[in-house]
């Protein structure tokens, strides 16, 4: 079974920049589907990012394309989500999550889609 450790959050200014780390054990998560998802005080969890399982193509929310950067690393079993230029609306509890099944399309942004998760970092952004 895979286990997900996130790290990385913080607080922080607004414009400043954080990554956040999402350490797999168990498995290799190689083969994995992964996802970034966030979650703000009495709001819906949503997805920020999500990494397709076959070929790495990388997928991201409206709210932060151009802003924040998922990379896997596969010599470390890790994935990261590299944030810059914060605002104060990017405040919530980061999850990283995974399956090994293949998730195409609008699927990707499924919380349902995915399994496995990590407990969460908090990134707190102040204006």
């Known amino acids: 079974q895979v286990q997900l450790v996130e790290s990385g959050g913080g607080l922080v200014q607004a414009g400043d920049s954080l990554k956040l780390s999402c350490a797999a054990s168990?498995?290799?998560?190689?083969?994995?589907?992964m996802a970034w998802f966030r979650q703000a005080p009495g709001k819906e969890r949503e997805c920020v990012a999500a990494i397709r399982r076959s070929g790495g193509r990388t997928y991201y929310a409206d709210s932060v394309k151009g802003r924040f950067t998922f990379s896997r690393d596969n010599g470390k079993n890790a994935v990261y989500l590299q944030m810059d230029s914060l605002k104060p609306e990017d405040t919530a509890v980061y999850y990283c999550a995974a399956t090994s099944t293949l998730v195409l399309g609008a699927a990707l942004f499924r919380d349902l889609e995915y399994g496995l998760w990590g407990q969460g970092t908090q990134v707190t952004v102040s204006s």
């Open positions: 168990g498995r290799t998560i190689s083969s994995y589907t």
